[in-house]
């Protein structure tokens, strides 16, 4: 069982740090209500405990959902992290500096509860908040269909993060780390990664690709590749350039996608033999990014 470091008092939410020891801290959970005991002693790390009880298993969770809320209402901005395109090791936007004037707490919004919806102006920031599990992928799909930037924060793994040698957090890392930092946030979905991709797939060329058996291997090829992966050594095409799909377009970085050949196997349609490589290797320039406010 992992250690409580916030409470409830005073209707405010408290770390284990800004009160004093005991039942004289006067401190409740923020779970269940239960009053809390604060644990400040030299053999064990500092921590909240429940008071003739055992521990209602939800308070840590609570707890860091609450001060995570509380801290983004308090602070009114919020590094948000790179951008990167399919395949890409370039990113498509570096971090920025998103500040805002509004916080909405647990709205609805498009069938869906998100935890916090930051607001400054027509522009919006969903914000979740990953504990015990990440945003699952039904929920993912549904923050698509907003067409809102949205941020997944791993809570969880950014608390364990900045425990001490004694066990107890160290809550101004913490809370830095919430606000400055990029290393525990992820993007669940980015309108302008979205229309990036698309304008991609839109320039990308259609090679198609042909099946060719050298030395008993089966080989998947496309010609003219526009990165000159390979060439062909000898023959009347010796020189021209080519590439293996599966060695080579697979993953590459100008390979927008794959399309297959597909066939009906019972009563579903499947994916069987590579047809055309959608490639825009041509293009010299990458998307310009459009940044929402100030880089960091």
């Given at each position: 069982?992992?250690?409580?470091?916030?409470?409830?008092?005073?209707?405010?939410?408290?770390?284990?740090?800004?009160?004093?020891?005991?039942?004289?801290?006067?401190?409740?959970?923020?779970?269940?209500?239960?009053?809390?005991?604060?644990?400040?002693?030299?053999?064990?790390?500092?921590?909240?405990?429940?008071?003739?009880?055992?521990?209602?298993?939800h308070g840590l969770e609570t707890?860091?959902?609450?001060?995570?809320?509380?801290?983004?209402?308090?602070?009114?901005?919020?590094?948000?992290?790179a951008l990167y395109l399919h395949r890409q090791s370039v990113a498509y936007f570096q971090p920025y500096l998103f500040k805002y004037d509004r916080v909405e707490e647990e709205p609805y919004v498009g069938q869906l509860y998100p935890d916090l919806i930051l607001r400054k102006g027509q522009r919006a920031l969903l914000l979740e908040i990953a504990v015990t599990h990440q945003t699952p992928p039904r929920k993912q799909q549904k923050l698509r269909k907003l067409g809102m930037p949205a941020l997944e924060i791993d809570?969880?793994?950014?608390?364990?993060?900045?425990?001490?040698?004694?066990?107890?957090?160290?809550?101004?890392?913490?809370?830095?780390?919430?606000?400055?930092?990029?290393?525990?946030?992820?993007?669940?979905?980015?309108?302008?990664?979205?229309?990036?991709?698309?304008?991609?797939?839109?320039?990308?060329?259609?090679?198609?690709?042909?099946?060719?058996?050298?030395?008993?291997?089966?080989?998947?090829?496309?010609?003219?590749?526009?990165?000159?992966?390979?060439?062909w050594r000898s023959g009347y095409r010796e020189g021209q350039a080519f590439a293996n799909v599966t060695q080579d377009c697979m993953h590459c970085p100008r390979c927008a996608f794959l399309e297959y050949e597909t066939e009906y196997v019972g009563y579903q349609e499947v994916p069987l033999l590579p047809a055309r490589v959608h490639c825009w290797g041509h293009l010299t320039n990458r998307p310009k990014p459009k940044p929402w406010q100030t880089p960091v």
């Open positions: 069982m992992r250690a409580l470091p916030f409470a409830l008092r005073n209707q405010q939410i408290v770390s284990i740090d800004e009160v004093p020891r005991g039942l004289s801290c006067g401190c409740s959970c923020l779970a269940c209500g239960a009053p809390m005991v604060a644990k400040k002693g030299n053999k064990h790390a500092h921590h909240f405990a429940h008071y003739r009880g055992a521990d209602c298993g707890g860091l959902h609450l001060r995570i809320k509380a801290l983004f209402r308090e602070r009114r901005s919020i590094v948000v992290p809570a969880l793994s950014l608390y364990e993060a900045v425990l001490q040698g004694s066990g107890s957090p160290d809550i101004r890392a913490f809370e830095y780390e919430l606000q400055q930092g990029t290393g525990y946030k992820k993007w669940l979905f980015n309108p302008a990664q979205q229309r990036a991709e698309f304008r991609l797939r839109k320039m990308a060329i259609a090679r198609p690709v042909k099946h060719r058996l050298y030395k008993g291997y089966h080989q998947y090829v496309t010609t003219d590749c526009p990165l000159g992966k390979r060439r």
